[in-house]
């Protein structure tokens, strides 16, 4: 195991809710690194939450923040330069909320307001984020931000609502904002598209267990787990990779290369019954 990647570095890490939380796994794993970050998540999850428990493990500041208020991200990247002592070298959004989903409005019967908050919260955020951050000149030279998506934001999957859209949107900023950013700071944005992972915000999505194993079947190596993603985040906030910038990466054991494996072939053939007709002819149904 590689140690010390991240030593030296400053960071600020959105979205550890619970350990089992993507971004709670990255936190855990950019400590081990020898990083210094502070995390940050919503005044609820601030103060009522496991996330407190995180804070101490890590000796990371709390800072509270909604992310859709430039305000409040602001006060994010002002504190924690002050805390940590210097420029910001990674970020880590680890963000993603949809009413529409919650209060299971299908994507044929949208409540737009719920559409413009999940808009706001799970992609426009990073617009903010990374518009605070170039404004303020919050992060450093080669410094590198990531924010995960799905890939739902390519495919069609059914039940990922309008997730889907926040997430194609949540990888055009990358794309878009990496372009600037890169040319003028040499400042480094991606997204990771991560496998489907049991999260709170994963399990919110209708019929997640079932995704979840199909996706397993489908891939050569199986599912990323948020171990796994917070490995390749913490590579990707490392000097070993400054030079990827606007991609969208697929963390997903092989599953957006694959049509169909063997043994998901071999799952979906198990739920035909199989059966022969009174002419004698054999039938699947
Ligand atoms: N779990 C999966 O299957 C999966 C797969 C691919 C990508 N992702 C993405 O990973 C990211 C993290 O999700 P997770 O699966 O770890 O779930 P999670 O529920 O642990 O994390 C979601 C986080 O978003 C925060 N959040 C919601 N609204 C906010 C707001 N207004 N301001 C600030 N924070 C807010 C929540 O408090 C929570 O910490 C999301 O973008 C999600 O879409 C998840």
Not at 142 to 147: E, N, R, T
Not at 193 to 215: C, E, H, I, W
Request: aromatic share 8%; glycine share 8%.
């Amino acid at each position: 195991m590689v140690k010390n990647l991240l030593e030296g570095k400053r960071g600020i890490i959105f979205g550890a809710l619970n350990d089992k939380s993507i971004a709670w796994k990255v936190a855990e794993m950019a400590k081990e690194q020898g990083a210094i970050f502070t995390l940050s998540n919503t005044e609820v999850a601030c103060r009522m939450g496991e996330v407190i428990e995180l804070s101490k493990k890590c000796d990371a500041a709390l800072i509270p923040a909604d992310a859709t208020s430039v305000e409040d991200l602001k006060n994010v990247f002002e504190k924690s330069q002050e805390i940590l002592g210097g420029k910001i070298d990674f970020v880590l959004h680890s963000i993603g909320m949809s009413l529409n989903v919650r209060k299971k409005r299908p994507y044929n019967d949208l409540d737009y307001n719920f559409l413009n908050k999940t808009l706001d919260i799970s992609a426009i955020s990073f617009h903010k984020m990374l518009q605070v951050a170039y404004q303020m000149d919050a992060i450093s030279e080669w410094g590198s931000v990531i924010a995960l998506s799905y890939i739902a934001g390519q495919r069609t999957f059914c039940d990922y609502n309008d997730m889907a859209d926040a997430k194609a949107l949540l990888e055009s900023i990358a794309r878009s904002f990496g372009y600037i950013y890169g040319r003028e700071r040499h400042v480094r944005i991606n997204t990771i598209s991560q496998s489907p992972t049991m999260t709170t915000a994963g399990s919110g999505v209708k019929g997640f267990d079932g995704l979840l194993d199909f996706a397993d079947r489908q891939s050569p190596l199986g599912n990323a787990l948020a171990e796994d993603c917070a490995n390749f985040c913490c590579a990707m906030f490392s000097d070993l990779t400054k030079k990827i910038t606007m991609q969208n990466l697929y963390h997903d054991g092989g599953f957006s290369s694959i049509g169909m494996s063997e043994r998901a072939m071999h799952q979906y053939n198990l739920s035909f019954q199989h059966h022969v007709d009174p002419k004698g002819h054999e039938k699947n149904e």
